[in-house]
């Protein structure tokens, strides 16, 4: 407790102290004997009473993270009515995403409904075509989990080579939520399902409110097995851009059938083909034929930092290299890292136990020895696939495709401590 | 598929399907055979894209869940340099709660730190004290994990009587959050704590580099036990009300320890006991001796609708009722709620199983008779421990109490569905 006793010298001491210890010289720091102007002049918070807080409005991020916020990629999303906007994965840490900075996709602009004006409709096959009020929904019996949600095109402009250079823009069209709703198997069996016959060959369609509509087609399995209809994200109501009052939510399954604006459910006895599940979303192989009814995502991991984005801002010595994995299948069981672009692995620290259909956070702690680095990390899951390099993908995919890359990514990690986006061989 | 051939006809006839089935009569809805106003005036979301969707800045609430914030209690907080502002939990649903409407409490104002500016000092009884820098943290293994924070206070003006209108205020000094930081166990041991010697009976103490200062002593068993120094929370930076850029979190303890714009962490030999662990956060009984080092918190437990900011809106049929329920010891491992003010029971339903001193959503779905009810939850934890009723707590505390009331909270359902603050013997 010696340091009361004058407190502007003694911390100074220890900030050489400390200085010393981690190696991190703080820009402008004293020299001995001389008023260290950032305490004199910087650290001056408990010689005055800071800012009141507001109740109201909604509390913002400070200031200084202005730029952690969602991105778009102009030459790949001229207009904003039909656009991507990126999470800053490179920026965040553990395993929620934010609604504030979470991905959204749309194809016909965002639209704006009241809850007063919302319905949804059941039809098609069933024994009493139904049309729910937002109210009604709410009196139905309700679940809760955190999910992942990931567009089929994430990492789709990388097929033909390294183009991004970033997480966020390379790996960046998934967020992961805690979703609250009522279960679609409960509001298809409020409709009855008798007249559907043998369940085994149905399908439901979905479409959303807005002028895509968006509708796609899902097995009567997938409909009857962990399927939501949500209207909570992290506690709160959606996001207007993601959907509000009303969103699917596909656990496991491609991004763009989580139908945002969600209108209509009808159960029909085939899938319907629409534009979105024909001349999109699928994957052209080598010999001009498509794979469609490519739902599920495969597992896949990035490293969110260090990369182009977030560059190793000091020299050589303990360096935290983390990232982000998942898998449409099941949770995640490990993540492999390499720093010499795949040669070796190391297993990487899993923050929590893998959760089904998730995002799950890992931490590998190195000694960095300041040389560049190729760093990639591999996924596996509880299937026990295991993350493919993008020639193995190559091999079996082709280069036509857009969809479904979930290749192991390089980042090429300089002495300097700015990364790049690369392929290695 | 009949639908698509006259869809406005078609629609028309659903919507008298979905009232007829859920009894739920939507205002302005059509007569037969005239042209139904929401579909041909208001539903006309599919006729023009929507809006675009800016990445920046930072995704929004949409207007219509301008309601869904912090509020404080004007008697309670007459300035907003030492104020409360209550997490609106009526409105929210899972488990996880946005940092934009996350409950703060703070004692001189927020302050503003910039990252570069900041710093941490580990100094007292430690082999070699310590400055760290925001980049130093950083190079630490960090870990990841969801907690609760509840203020000590919360629901402390409600010892006297039922006093305010709304779970936000009775019960919403409360938050729960995904953090990562680095253990405080890894930071004490980069000091080297050789110079404490036995370490069973020293302590270390925390304060904040605002004027308050927020001092508080922690026994070291805990300091090297769950205690991180957080600097992300649900992935993001903190906000700066919650202690931009590093807070202590301090897992089922009160909220008070988890000291924001953490700026030193002194080991020592005793506790220190500052004016925050003396003249504040004890319990003082009937007899005029008060409880100290009363740090964590109780299991307890809330039903957060129906209830006064969240009436039913609907009359008698399927009710859903939920709420929140949580334990500073371990994790819940049920929730009973009653309809009749405690003398029956019923098991609700957990959304996920309990989870280590964070936040456990519940569910009761009931056939609602539409007659009063008195709606209380009962939680219980891991270690055995049943929520007391007040009248329990009473008995032992007195009513000289304002800290650590976690008693059985009761809503007075009327036949309207709106709901009042009230005690039952």
């Not at 390379?170 to 709703?181: A, C, L, Q, R, V």
């Not at 699917?248 to 899938?271: S, Y």
């Not at 977030?310 to 050589?316: D, E, K």
């Not at 193995?392 to 969809?403: A, K, M, T």
Request: net charge negative.
């Amino acid at each position: 407790m010696t340091d009361k006793s004058d407190p502007t010298t003694t911390r100074r001491g220890f900030i050489k102290a400390g200085i010393a210890a981690g190696g991190a010289a703080a820009a402008g720091a004293a020299q001995a004997g001389e008023p260290d102007p950032l305490i004199t002049e910087v650290q001056d918070w408990a010689s005055y009473t800071g800012d009141g807080v507001d109740a109201t409005p909604y509390g913002m991020p400070i200031e200084y993270e202005s730029d952690v916020v969602r991105r778009n990629v102009e030459w790949l999303t001229a207009d904003t009515i039909s656009s991507i906007n990126f999470t800053p994965i490179h920026a965040l840490d553990g395993t929620i995403t934010p609604q504030g900075c979470a991905f959204e996709r749309h194809h016909s602009g965002a639209i704006e409904l009241r809850k007063e004006d919302y319905r949804l409709m059941i039809n098609g096959l069933v024994d009493k075509p139904l049309i729910f009020t937002y109210e009604d929904l709410e009196r139905f019996p309700r679940t809760n989990k955190v999910y992942f949600c990931e567009c089929a095109a994430n990492t789709g402009m990388e097929w033909a080579g390294a183009q991004l250079n970033g997480a966020q823009f390379t790996h960046g069209m998934i967020h992961n939520m805690e979703y609250s709703g009522v279960s679609l198997r409960t509001l298809l069996e409020e409709a009855g399902l008798g007249a559907a016959g043998d369940l085994k060959d149905k399908w439901v369609y979905v479409e959303g409110a807005d002028a895509s509509s968006n509708g796609r087609s899902i097995p009567m399995e997938k409909a009857l097995d962990d399927v939501l209809v949500a209207f909570k994200a992290n506690g709160e109501a959606l996001r207007m851009e993601h959907g509000y009052p009303v969103r699917l939510v596909v656990p496991g399954w491609e991004g763009n059938m989580w139908v945002k604006w969600l209108r209509r459910i009808e159960v029909t006895n085939q899938a319907i083909e629409s534009r979105e599940e024909t001349s999109k979303y699928t994957d052209t192989l080598e010999d001009g034929t498509s794979r469609k009814w490519t739902w599920e995502m495969d597992a896949k991991s990035v490293v969110t930092s260090p990369s182009p984005q977030s560059p190793i801002p000091h020299g050589a010595g303990p360096l935290v290299i983390t990232g982000l994995a998942w898998s449409g299948r099941g949770s995640i069981t490990g993540v492999d890292v390499s720093i010499d672009g795949g040669k070796n692995w190391q297993e990487a620290r899993l923050a929590q136990p893998g959760d089904d259909k998730a995002l799950t956070r890992f931490y590998l702690d190195i000694n960095w020895d300041g040389s560049e680095m190729l760093l990639q990390s591999r996924a596996k899951d509880s299937t026990g696939y295991v993350q493919p390099t993008k020639a193995q993908l190559r091999d079996v995919r082709g280069l036509n495709s857009i969809y479904h890359n979930n290749c192991i990514q390089t980042w090429w990690v300089k002495e300097s401590g700015e990364a790049e986006n690369v392929e290695v061989s």
